[in-house]
């Protein structure tokens, strides 16, 4: 069977339609379905079929489309053993990170790459949501992205790499009335006005998982996916949020209140993700070595909340 034939599959698999397949190759429609005409001829059996004005693949093409990843991997690791003849890894990695997460890891991981001076890393920060992470990992060589601890992890022959446990605080003004608390429930801020993220976003499912857990339903007042404008927010008195531990600016509890929720454990996880076939590429596992050390940095050295007692590390990276 012919690779790009079976590259053109693997793409309509991730991407879902002939018109995303074409601009992401820079062939024009009509080219790519010929392709795909192609390899059925090939094969001999139907792997696409109509589904309204597009086309979605049948089982066979989703059991090729598996299959091609495999293929196209063996020969990312037949380049890699050309490239790992050479002294250093080099070559451009394609990055997307979440922005808070990017606000907590990039610079230290640039820093570290430093070191790397063949390997250069192109970021652009994404507002990704779960469901967004499979597309991404078509345009982009690494995909740092984050998920409730209680929710599904990402599929669908995606290698994932945990970095690391990030805790879920609870972040009240500083004069709050459960500001001196060491910890608080859930229950007690029932009637509180709360500002979280889009519903179906990462820190919005944790919310929501441990209102069902304890039947203390949240007042949501405000949904703002930028957390520096929600920690402004809180800071101004209009609500309390649950944010992350270590990505959250405090400013040693001068300027917001991070108090970890008694009786439940609420975190995200933050995973590098990506295809099996950019693993194999010297340059991104030197980036992928980067981010485990810059997550175990940051986990290791923000554990305790600045403005609370000293407690034991919840986050680690591999």
Request: proline content about 7%; charged content about 25%.
């Given at each position: 069977?012919?690779?790009?034939?079976?590259?053109?599959?693997?793409?309509?698999?991730?991407?879902?339609?002939?018109?995303?397949?074409?601009?992401?190759?820079?062939?024009?429609?009509?080219?790519?379905?010929?392709?795909?005409?192609?390899?059925?001829?090939?094969?001999?059996?139907?792997?696409?079929?109509?589904?309204?004005?597009?086309?979605?693949l049948t089982d066979a093409?989703?059991?090729?489309?598996?299959?091609?990843?495999?293929?196209?991997?063996?020969?990312?690791?037949?380049?890699?053993?050309?490239?790992?003849?050479?002294?250093?890894?080099?070559?451009?990695?394609?990055?997307?990170?979440?922005?808070?997460?990017?606000?907590?890891?990039?610079?230290?991981?640039?820093?570290?790459?430093?070191?790397?001076?063949?390997?250069?890393?192109?970021?652009?920060?994404?507002?990704?949501?779960?469901?967004?992470?499979?597309?991404?990992?078509?345009?982009?060589?690494?995909?740092?992205?984050?998920?409730?601890?209680?929710?599904?992890?990402?599929?669908?022959?995606?290698?994932?790499?945990?970095?690391?446990?990030?805790?879920?605080?609870?972040?009240?003004?500083?004069?709050?009335?459960?500001?001196?608390?060491?910890?608080?429930?859930?229950?007690?801020?029932?009637?509180?006005?709360?500002?979280?993220?889009?519903?179906?976003?990462?820190?919005?499912?944790?919310?929501?998982?441990?209102?069902?857990?304890?039947?203390?339903?949240?007042?949501?007042?405000?949904?703002?996916?930028?957390?520096?404008?929600?920690?402004?927010?809180?800071?101004?008195?209009?609500?309390?949020?649950?944010?992350?531990?270590?990505?959250?600016?405090?400013?040693?509890?001068?300027?917001?209140?991070?108090?970890?929720?008694?009786?439940?454990?609420?975190?995200?996880?933050?995973?590098?993700?990506?295809?099996?076939?950019?693993?194999?590429?010297?340059?991104?596992?030197?980036?992928?070595?980067?981010?485990?050390?810059?997550?175990?940095?940051?986990?290791?050295?923000?554990?305790?909340p600045a403005s609370g007692?000293?407690?034991?590390?919840?986050?680690?990276?591999?």
């Amino acid at each position: 069977m012919d690779v790009q034939r079976l590259r053109v599959l693997r793409e309509l698999a991730d991407r879902g339609s002939v018109t995303a397949v074409a601009a992401a190759l820079s062939f024009t429609p009509s080219a790519i379905s010929q392709q795909l005409r192609a390899l059925a001829d090939e094969v001999g059996m139907a792997l696409t079929e109509p589904a309204g004005r597009g086309l979605r693949l049948t089982d066979a093409g989703r059991v090729l489309a598996a299959e091609a990843e495999g293929v196209l991997a063996a020969l990312a690791r037949a380049d890699a053993a050309v490239e790992g003849l050479r002294t250093t890894p080099r070559g451009l990695v394609r990055m997307a990170m979440f922005p808070s997460g990017a606000r907590m890891m990039l610079a230290g991981v640039l820093a570290r790459l430093d070191e790397r001076p063949e390997v250069d890393v192109s970021c652009r920060d994404v507002d990704m949501s779960p469901a967004d992470v499979l597309a991404l990992t078509a345009d982009f060589d690494v995909v740092v992205t984050h998920r409730d601890e209680h929710g599904p992890a990402p599929g669908h022959g995606r290698l994932v790499v945990p970095l690391l446990r990030e805790p879920l605080d609870v972040v009240l003004p500083p004069g709050h009335r459960l500001a001196r608390r060491r910890k608080v429930r859930l229950d007690e801020l029932a009637g509180e006005s709360w500002i979280s993220v889009e519903v179906g976003w990462p820190v919005d499912d944790v919310l929501r998982s441990l209102a069902v857990r304890t039947g203390a339903t949240p007042r949501v007042v405000q949904r703002i996916n930028d957390f520096s404008v929600t920690e402004t927010l809180v800071a101004a008195g209009r609500g309390i949020a649950l944010l992350p531990r270590y990505s959250t600016d405090d400013r040693g509890g001068r300027r917001l209140v991070r108090r970890p929720l008694a009786g439940v454990r609420a975190a995200r996880l933050v995973e590098a993700v990506l295809r099996p076939s950019a693993a194999a590429r010297p340059a991104v596992r030197a980036v992928l070595d980067a981010l485990s050390a810059e997550a175990a940095a940051v986990s290791g050295s923000r554990a305790a909340p600045a403005s609370g007692p000293a407690r034991a590390v919840e986050g680690a990276a591999p």
